[in-house]
C-alpha cells in the first residue's frame, strides 16, 4: 500500500517562495524516483524536478536555479522549495513516486491528489 499526502500549495505574490511537501506513506515498497510534475491550466502535465535515492536530481528548464527538490533519507517525504516564484509557475502541483513493491511484485507508480499553486499579485 503506497500513499501519498501533499501540502504547502497556496497563493503567493510574484517573487515569493513556497514549500511543498509530499509525505509517503508505504508499506514493502521500494523507492526508486521521487518527483514532482506540474499541470498549469489548459496545458499537459510536465516534469518540474526528480530526486532518485542516489540522490541524483533533474530539474525542468524553467525551474533551474529556483525550485529545489529534496527528499528525506529514509525516503518518506519529498520537498519542492520554490523560490523566486513567476506566474507562469501557478498550477497543480502532483507528487510522483516509484518503484517495486505489491503482491506479486512489480514496478508501481503512484500519484498525490494535487495542490494548487497560484502566484498573482
Known amino acids: 500500500q503506497v500513499q501519498l499526502a501533499e501540502s504547502g500549495g497556496g497563493l503567493v505574490q510574484p517573487g515569493g517562495l513556497l514549500r511543498l511537501s509530499c509525505a509517503l506513506s508505504?508499506?514493502?515498497?521500494?523507492?526508486?524516483?521521487m518527483a514532482w510534475y506540474r499541470r498549469a491550466p489548459g496545458k499537459q502535465r510536465e516534469l518540474v524536478a526528480r530526486?532518485?535515492?542516489?540522490?541524483?536530481?533533474d530539474y525542468a528548464a524553467s525551474v533551474k536555479g529556483r525550485f529545489t527538490i529534496s527528499r528525506d533519507t529514509d525516503l518518506t517525504a519529498v520537498y519542492l522549495q520554490m523560490n523566486s516564484l513567476e506566474p507562469e509557475d501557478t498550477a497543480d502541483y502532483y507528487c510522483?513516486?516509484?518503484?517495486?513493491?505489491?503482491?506479486?511484485?512489480?514496478?508501481?507508480?503512484?500519484w498525490g491528489q494535487g495542490t494548487p499553486v497560484t502566484v498573482a499579485s
Open positions: 508505504k508499506s514493502g515498497f521500494s523507492v526508486q524516483n
Open positions: 530526486i532518485d535515492t542516489g540522490s541524483n536530481t
Open positions: 510522483y513516486v516509484d518503484g517495486y513493491g505489491g503482491y506479486p511484485p512489480g514496478y508501481l507508480e503512484r
